[in-house]
Each structure stands twice: as C-alpha cells, then as structure tokens.
C-alpha cells in the first residue's frame, strides 16, 4: 500500500489493509467491493495499492473471488485471493454469495472489515452497527443487535475463522499468515475503529480499539478446523473486562444510550464470554 | 496503440490521493531524546508515514495525531502548523 491515500486522518481500516497486505505478500490478488476501501484505492488512473485489484459489485464479490480462485488452482498457481470488504458489503449486502462461497470451498479468505457503518455513503446503519449506537439513520440510537455474522460463517464449517482488532496489529498480521497457509475458505473478521463515523478524535482510533477488546466488546479468537483458541489479548480481558462505560463513553455515537440499550448490550458481553470460555473448555 | 491501453486499468501511485500532508493541522516531531526507538509509532501510524528509521514524510503524513498518543515515552509532541 503506497501512501498519499484518500483515508480519513488516523483511519483503521487503512491501517488494517497495511498489516492484511504485508501478512498476505505479493503474490496477491484482491477483490474489494464498493467501500470506504474501493475510495481508499484511488482514483482511476492512480491506485494506492501495487497489487492488483479487482473491484466489483457488492453482491458478486465472494462470487468473482470463487471464480479467480479456481482459475489460479487450475493452472497450477497459489495466488492468494482475497476479500477485503466492509461489513455492509458482507453481512448486509454480499451474504449469499458469500455463503455460496463458503459452502463451495473456495481456496480464498475473506476479510470483513468492520467499521460498523456504511461509511463511505455518510455513516449508515448497517446490519453490524451494534444497538444503542447513533447513525445518519438511527439518529436516537440503533433499535436492533448487531448481526452475529461470525456464528453464521461457523455454521458453514470453514477451516480457519478469526476476529482481530486494527489496535492489535502484530495480531491481525499472524491471523493472515495463518488464514492463507490453510487450504480452503477463510474468514477474517477485523474491528476497525472509525474516527469519523464514531465520532471521537482521530489520535483515539488504537485507543478506542484496545477499549473495546478490554471490555469484552470485542473478543479476539480463532477457529482452526472447529477448535477455537482465545487470542492472549483477550485472555485477560475476558477474566476482568474493564466496565463497558469506559469503551462508550469516548464515542459520539454512544452518546445518550438509553439505560435499557446499555443494559442488553452489557448482558451479551457477559453471554459472549461465558459461552466462549465453555467452548474452549470444549464444554459446549 | 494496442487495444489493451483502453481498459480502465489503474497505476499504483504513491501520492493516488494527492500530498495528503496537506490536510494536517498539526504536525508530529519526535524528541530523539525521549524516544527509545521502540517503533510503535511506526506500528501504528495507519499511512505508513513513519520510515525505519523514524523519519516522518511530512508529504503523506495527515497529522492523525495516533503516533503523538501511542508513544510510551511520551516523545512525540503534535505541534500546530503555520498557516
Ligand atoms: C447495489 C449497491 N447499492 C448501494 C451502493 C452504494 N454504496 C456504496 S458503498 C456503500 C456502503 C458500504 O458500506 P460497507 O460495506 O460497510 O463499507 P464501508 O463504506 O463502511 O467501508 C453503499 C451503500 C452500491 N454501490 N451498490
Ligand atoms: S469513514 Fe471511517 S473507515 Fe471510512 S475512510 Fe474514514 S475513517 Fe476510514
Ligand atoms: S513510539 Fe515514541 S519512543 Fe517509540 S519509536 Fe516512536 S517516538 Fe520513539
Ligand atoms: S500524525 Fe498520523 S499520519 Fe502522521 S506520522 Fe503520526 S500516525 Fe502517521
């Protein structure tokens, strides 16, 4: 990734595609659908990127991916293809061709980068956007839960699932390496913190990031072949998460979060962690 | 010219987006005195403006300001641009 970018001040998600690209070398290809990533590529005839980029609708990118992935392995060649999307263009809008994907099992990884809104068309609210948080479209806060899209990809049994954190980049880095040594469809879902549609101050956005990993907002684990393995980040954290107030509390978007949204959402915390710590424990 | 220079094909450009050094409102300078040369500024500056050798390209750098948060030495002061 070369810099001079169209990236907001202090964005994660271009600090994410960094360590994405380094884990993932150049023997590369990508496929972004629009996004805050396909502005972040550049403007035709200049992109960001030296590696080649494929953009493409947002219903059809796991498709196209399916596609260039079995071109490659047919003639013989271990050109890593990725998805770098966002989490409209996964959990909303390329769902389905995601799952065929998926199911199929394409050699490739997919990436949702996810900053919880559609931000490159002004900070909607998409189906990730967790409940209490303000958007362009849930001006008094979102009345929905976020979507648990890694719990759907797990029920298609890929061999490798992780979550990760732009704050935790040596993290992000190692899950790549590892997504993309395995045979198969991989799923790798980032956190990234988003100055501009959070609404807190761009010098914030690793501070924001850890946050929301320390109050269990945000867990880091991974999934090999169905055997999940917490990431040392959250050890930790799960055992003594930091009161969720404190991850809130900075953002704009939290700002005025009704008692009752704040209530729910520190109830599936203490869910999530339990129902993690048993899997582990190979209990469930 | 053969067909193939009318795909809509981009160049990778440093700079696709301009001299994005020219958004910044504050500027990051590192004390060498202070910094123990951990890199995590480098780590962490999400456009790739701090080198190695932790020279800032003022050119890119947007002045996000993570660099100034981040360091543990507290080594990088963000100091305000003259207009
Ligand atoms: C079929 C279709 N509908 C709507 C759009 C307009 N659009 C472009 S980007 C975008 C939002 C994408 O959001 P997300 O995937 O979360 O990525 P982000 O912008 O947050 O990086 C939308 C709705 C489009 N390009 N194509
Ligand atoms: S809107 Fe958010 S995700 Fe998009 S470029 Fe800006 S900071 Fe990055
Ligand atoms: S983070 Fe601070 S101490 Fe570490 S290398 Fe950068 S300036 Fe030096
Ligand atoms: S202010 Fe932001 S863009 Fe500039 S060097 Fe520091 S982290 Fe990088």
Known sequence: MLKGTSACAGCSSSLSLRYVLKGAGPDTVLVIPASCSSVIQGIYPNTALNIPVYNIAFAAAAACASGMSNAFRAVGKKTNVI?????????????????????????????????????????????????????????????????????IITAHDPPYLATACSAYPQDLFKKVKKALAIRGPAFIHILVPCPSGWRFPPEKTIEIGRLAVKSGMWILYEREYGRLAISSPSKAAMKNPIPLENYLAPQGRFAGISPKALDILKQRITQKIQRLTEEEKGIC | MSGRARLALSKPTTGAAGRTGSWRVFRPVIDTEKCNQCGLCQMYCPDAAIDEELNVDLNFCKGCGICANECPKKAIEMVREET
């Open chain 1, 83 to 151: 998805v770098y999307a966002g989490d409209g263009g996964t959990l909303d809008i390329g769902i389905q061709s995601m799952s065929g994907a998926f199911e199929r099992g394409t050699d490739f990884l997919y990436i949702c980068y996810d900053n919880e809104e559609y931000g490159n068309t002004g900070m909607q609210r998409s189906g990730s956007t967790p409940l209490g948080a303000r958007t362009t479209t849930t001006p008094a806060g979102k009345t929905d839960e976020k979507k648990d899209i890694d719990a």
